[in-house]
T-cell receptor
């Protein structure tokens, strides 16, 4: 079936604007993760959902970042009042289980550039 | 924060040669995974090795894990130009949620 999809693929925002990034996980996947990848770095964890419940948001860098998954499928990552340091690729991943020993399937990412 | 470091940061080889990348991490883990990221594409899972395993093979990939040294290595044999990518190790914790902690990656360039 289809993999994880993300939209938009590219987003340019002026500093101070709000942005919303969408993730469509693989159908039926229980777990959904958001990661932030700065240029030349590995992805860093932002937040984790199990179905519609946000169980871990310890990686969100500030209260300007907000994520939701209201029906346990599609998720949206919202960044308010964007700053230049928010420029990065935002990756969404899903997994079929909540277990520890299962791979995550990643989407292509949304590249956010804040000018 | 990053869990650990990959070594080397960049590696350039010829087609047909073997490529070895190393990864070190800091905390105890449930498993360690290797991912590949091509330019403009998302991360693709390559292989997962559990903390009670020492070696695992998948096609041209060989992964080792030494939990006493908190290190892992990824060997790609008979490399191809299509193997050109960044390679990341990622660790899953011993408890809680399966949040992955990634290293900074090794950029591999395979020349024809």
């Amino acid at each position: 079936g289809a993999g994880v999809s993300q939209s938009p693929r590219y987003k340019v925002a002026k500093r101070g604007q709000d942005v919303a990034l969408r993730c469509d996980p693989i159908s039926g996947h229980v777990s959904l993760f958001w990661y932030q990848q700065a240029l030349g770095q590995g992805p860093e964890f932002l937040t984790y959902f199990q179905n519609e419940a946000q169980l871990d948001k310890s990686g969100l860098p500030s209260d300007r970042f907000f994520a939701e998954r209201p029906e346990g499928s599609v998720s949206t990552l919202k960044i308010q009042r964007t700053q230049q340091e928010d420029s990065a690729v935002y990756l969404c991943a899903s997994s079929s289980t909540t277990g520890l020993t299962y791979e995550q399937y990643f989407g292509p990412g949304t590249r956010l550039t804040v000018t | 924060s990053q869990q650990g470091e990959e070594d080397p940061q960049a590696l350039s080889i010829q087609e047909g040669e073997n490529a070895t990348m190393n990864c070190s991490y800091k905390t105890s883990i449930n498993n360690l995974q290797w991912y590949r990221q091509n330019s403009g594409r998302g991360l693709v899972h390559l292989i997962l090795i559990r903390s009670n395993e020492r070696e695992k093979h998948s096609g041209r990939l060989r992964v080792t894990l030494d939990t006493s040294k908190k290190s892992s290595s990824l060997l790609i044999t008979a490399s191809r130009a299509a193997d050109t990518a960044s390679y990341f190790c990622a660790t899953a914790p011993n408890s809680g949620y399966s949040t992955l902690t990634f290293g900074k990656g090794t950029m591999l360039l395979v020349s024809p």
